[in-house]
């Protein structure tokens, strides 16, 4: 029998989503201001505290993965997946399309407001430009969702806790059960974060998919395209997430890594090869060098906005991801050590990031570089999707790239919103057993709802508006965040054999 839907969670979680979306499409330039205006405060006076979490987080995962709990299995059964599905499927779920619109245009941004006071379009600044990305998208980013997976997993399968929710991971400090003020809380906190931080990414994504089927077809983008595109994205996720975890998302997961693999492998191949791999290996070298200053940097004298505009952000983006995560990962880690997912969430997930920044972000930099394209003004005069596309444009059977990238970015997009319905659909179920699933149509009807939010985004504005509502849904976050750390780092201390 399935779970029974636990309906203050799902009516709370919905009216919320109605509440920041109706807003943006009734009103789309005032709420676009006061969510402006919500994140410069935000910013401004709590940014401190997102970095402290990120070294936090950090901290607590390595101690974990290297410390005295590191072989602790999280159940007694063998795993029910393999490394390398397991490993697809924790990577597809935890990226999504936001990285393929990054991944090839975040360097433009800091080539003319580049970090650590570097001159704009400096040799220095191009290095700085390569290597901060691979920051965002690296170790410490993945611990947002290290450290959720861990407070979750543990409880779940060592403590015998039947509930699938992020509450669980702070049970040291939530008494009461599910249906406690605090744990309704936590829980209705997280599931807001997860509908604000999917609604931005496929506000990223969807108008990239667009421009890329009007650059193939000759249709020009609208808003109408955009809308289509939302309904096929659905229409895969939807699909998907009815399938459930076996037949759905392992299936689009392993799929989607082996396309990966292609088209990085085609792009190394049909672009300057000898470049992507001398900047690749420059950008890991100087990314290690500088990663302890890049953790701990607030920029207190110059106060340039780059720690603003961007750390925090991608800081949020992952904040309010990492409940989610964090209960996905914990459904298809059963038999899996501590040390396990650990490595394999920040190694497997970083390197898989880094390999589209080393070579999709180096190859349109190297064109910026040898005066074969100009990107950056490119970027200045139609925006990121079209520098995007003048990238691959420059490559030979550019066509054919073009479509890779549509395909890739749309199956991107479904393993995250396949995820994210399932999770959104645990959250909102009462007891779980840890081979439990929320029933299909409680799966499928978030698979439609989440998406009104990025339509409201795209009809607001886009890019900014996206960005800026993950920074103002995810603060109450940060401070579960440390409570899930502490109660998880207490349970295993409890919990270890003596002597």
């Known amino acids: 029998m399935a779970p029974a839907v636990d309906r203050v969670n799902f009516v709370l979680t919905l009216f919320v989503m109605l509440g920041l979306a109706v807003p943006l499409l009734l009103f789309p330039e005032a709420s676009s201001l006061a969510l402006q205006t919500s994140y410069d405060w935000i910013a401004e006076t709590f940014g401190w505290l997102y970095i402290l979490t990120a070294i936090s987080a950090f901290g607590s995962v390595i101690f974990i993965a290297f410390g005295p709990y590191a072989k602790v299995t999280l159940g007694k059964e063998a795993p029910e997946f393999s490394t390398a599905s397991w490993g697809a499927m924790l990577f597809a779920a935890g990226i999504g399309a936001g990285m393929m619109y990054w991944s090839a245009i975040e360097w433009s941004f800091y080539v003319d407001a580049p970090p650590f006071g570097a001159a704009p379009r400096s040799a220095e600044a191009y ?3 390569s290597s901060f990305g691979l920051h965002h998208w690296g170790i410490v980013a993945w611990s947002f969702y290290c450290l959720p997976t861990l407070a979750i997993a543990y409880p779940f399968y060592a403590r015998g806790v039947p509930k699938l929710k992020y509450s669980i991971s702070a049970s040291h400090f939530i008494k009461g059960g599910e249906s406690s003020i605090g744990a309704r809380l936590m829980d209705s906190f997280f599931m807001i974060a997860l509908v604000g931080g999917i609604g931005s990414s496929l506000g990223f994504s969807t108008p990239l998919i667009a421009a890329l089927l009007s650059r193939l077809t000759g249709i020009p983008t609208s808003f109408g395209m955009e809308l289509a595109v939302v309904a096929v994205c659905v229409a895969m996720f939807g699909t998907s997430v009815w399938l459930g975890l076996t037949r759905g998302i392992k299936r689009l997961s392993d ?4 396309l990966g693999f292609v088209l990085l492998a085609a792009v190394l191949l049909a672009s300057d090869t000898v470049f992507l791999l001398r900047m690749a290996i420059n950008s890991i070298g100087h990314t290690l060098q500088n990663t302890v200053g890049m953790m701990f940097w607030t920029d207190p004298i110059n106060n340039t906005g780059f720690i603003e505009d ?13 409940p989610f995560i964090g209960i996905f990962v914990t459904r298809i880690s ?3 050590t501590l040390r396990e997912v650990v490595l394999g969430m920040l190694g497997m997930g970083s390197l898989g990031v880094w390999l589209f920044y080393l070579i999709v972000g180096n190859h349109s930099l190297g064109l910026q570089l040898r005066g074969e394209v100009d990107v950056l003004a490119v970027l200045a005069e139609s925006g990121g999707n079209q520098a995007i596309i003048a990238g691959l444009d420059a490559l030979p059977f550019a066509a054919v ?5 549509i395909l890739l970015t749309s199956i991107f997009t479904a393993t995250s919103y396949d995820s994210a319905s399932y999770v959104l659909a645990a959250s909102a179920s009462k007891s779980m057993k840890p081979s439990e699933d929320p029933p299909r149509w409680h799966r499928v ?3 439609v709802a989440i998406a009104i939010l990025p339509i409201a985004l795209m009809y607001a504005g ?8 993950v ?3 995810s603060l109450p976050l940060v401070f579960t965040f440390w409570l899930s750390g502490i109660s998880l780092l207490r349970s295993l201390k409890e919990d270890a054999p003596e002597g």
């Open 127 to 129: 290095v700085w430009a």
């Open 255 to 258: 799929f989607n890594m082996v």
């Open 310 to 322: 961007w750390t925090i952000f991608y800081w949020a983006w992952w904040l309010a991801y990492g």
């Open 334 to 336: 059963k038999g899996r």
């Open 401 to 405: 790239f073009v479509v890779a990238f």
């Open 445 to 447: 009807f978030w698979a």
């Open 462 to 469: 886009g890019l900014k508006e996206a960005q800026t509502v």
């Open 471 to 473: 920074l103002v849904v």
